[in-house]
């Protein structure tokens, strides 16, 4: 072994022990792994910043931003209503979202597919009071498995049909991975649904503040207007759109006459709703009751980059202390609309309007971004953290979802490489002001592509100093003294233990040549060797860096990277246990 090759192993071995162990955060152990290949000469001054225009990065970033809008939509609240109304356990919330991601992964890129159902797994995670790190793991677990059922699913089994062409004159076909795959998925989704409880639950780290603070009790007043959907429907239905997190606590008719709003009043049009809650459940509640936020009008209505919400404090000698936002004309002095209320401890009778504001009261205002810090400086008001409210907000509805479906659709039929569909994706959402552009930055992950950035160089080091051919000469040897089933099983174990570090496609290119011209020496048919390679690179259960579906949901789900292993071992011996013997089953050699 040459003093690079050495180096290599030393420094990717060391990078993995940090890693574990868990004292640094995995972006500055990267970053030191990066530094450290570089003083050692194992990369390349010119190849250092290499992993930042690689793909991976671009599709992570993209695929943060994409599965953002798609949640900010608020289209997945209402598939939720429609399709899964009742299950509320989280065992069988998360059996349901794993079921769909694996599903959808076998037609479909899988980190589509993934972005996709991630909105739901958060409102899901909401709706049981659990976090979402009980469902993301699993769920891109589930997506990694999907992708082995057809030649689409994943890029390993596309490269390994390829192989076989080359070295037979026929391809594998599209279902010709089903068997195997549709096993392996169901005994996959079996295992989560069983043990899920192995993994930690994870809360994001940047959530302290925001959690120090929260606010839960915020009063606002909607309308139910002509064409309302909400019109014949009553309190209780009303109530079922915010999951208990929010209520109606007075109802006034168009006349002006006060109702009680017990749970089988029926909406009328022209009614003024009293609705209390946490910002969330207010937003929901509104949003897909048909209502309409009573205070909000003129720009403030209209979703521009320029418009945004701002949550403050009332100082002790601010000039709004007193006063109501009907006798301060509000609106139409400032252009401000005020959404909601909220004062410690008291439930507020009268209208929004009609509150007279006191010393520590909390307001949300609605306006131009550059008028609100000059406006509250001169109220004497103390903006809080910022939170990403999006109570009174505008919607776009189905053009997100639109959106990520073309460039599914896209990727798919290979029009289009996945990097530049996701990015495409990601931009025709800015563009059509789905998400607004000062949002869009803060839906970026920094820690989580400064890693993988880093991390690509690093790990291309094990191929570009010839620690792969090691590698393969090592396998070769060992597997050369073993049963046809033992060979088998170190192939695809082999192919599991190398994808971090060269990722799935890598993995496939090297791996598949060695495996095949094994398995002619031995005079064994190659298809199942093929086989258990593509299985292997696309089962990286043990790692967020191997596979992009994993890195996608480490930063939402707050996991640390020694996380992985703790579900994700257990599955990779299932899936070795179970996917060795069916290979030889369908593929027989």
Known sequence: ????????????????????????????????ALLAALALGVVPPTEAFSGFSDDIVIIVASALIVSATVSRSGIMELAIRRFAPNISTPRAQLILLVVVVTILSAFVKNIGALAIMMPIAFQMARKSGVSPSLFLMPMSFGSLLGGLMTQIGTSPNIIVS??????????????????????????????????????????????????????KNYTTEA???????????????????????????RLVSASGQGRTPLPDAKLRAGD??????????????????????????????????????????????????GATAQELTLFDRTGLNLLAVSRRDQRFTERLGQIRFQNGDVILLQGHLKRLPELLREWDCLPLVERGLRLGSVR??????????????????GIVPVAPAFFAAAVAMVLSRSIPLRDVYAQLDPP???MLACLIPVSDSLRATGGTEIIASWLSMTASTLPGWGALALIM?????????????????VMAPIAATFATDLGYAPEAFLLAVAIGAGCDFLTPIGHQCNTLVMGPGGYKFGDYWRLGAPLSLIVVLVGVPMLMLVWPF
């Open 162 to 215: 390829r192989v076989r062409q080359e070295m037979t004159g026929q391809a594998f076909g599209m279902f010709d991975y089903t068997p195997v795959g549709l096993a392996l998925s169901i005994v996959g989704i079996i295992f989560l649904a069983l043990c899920y409880r192995l993994l930690p639950e994870r809360k994001r780290e940047d959530s302290g503040l925001d959690r120090a603070i929260e606010i």
């Open 396 to 413: 776009n509805g189905l053009v997100p979802l639109l959106i990520l479906l073309v460039a599914m659709a896209a990727t798919a039929l």
């Open 272 to 321: 003024i709703l009293m609705i209390e809650g946490d910002p969330e459940a207010l937003d929901k509640m509104v949003s897909q009751s048909g209502l309409i936020f009573s205070e909000r009008r003129g720009a403030a209505t209209k979703d521009a980059a320029d418009i945004g919400i701002i949550e403050a404090v009332i100082g002790e000698t601010s000039a709004l202390i």
């Open 223 to 249: 309308r139910v207007i002509e064409d309302s959907a909400a019109i014949g429907k009553t309190v209780g239905d009303i109530h079922a759109s915010a999951d208990g997190q929010a209520m109606i606590t």
């Open 448 to 450: 989580i592509l400064i």
């Open 493 to 509: 174990v082999a192919a599991m233990a190398v994808t971090p570090f060269l990722n799935n496609a890598a993995t496939v290119l």
């Open 1 to 32: 072994m040459t003093l690079p090759q050495t180096f290599a192993f030393l420094i990717i071995g060391a990078m993995m022990v940090a890693f574990i162990w868990g004292r640094w955060r995995y972006d500055v152990v990267a970053v030191g």
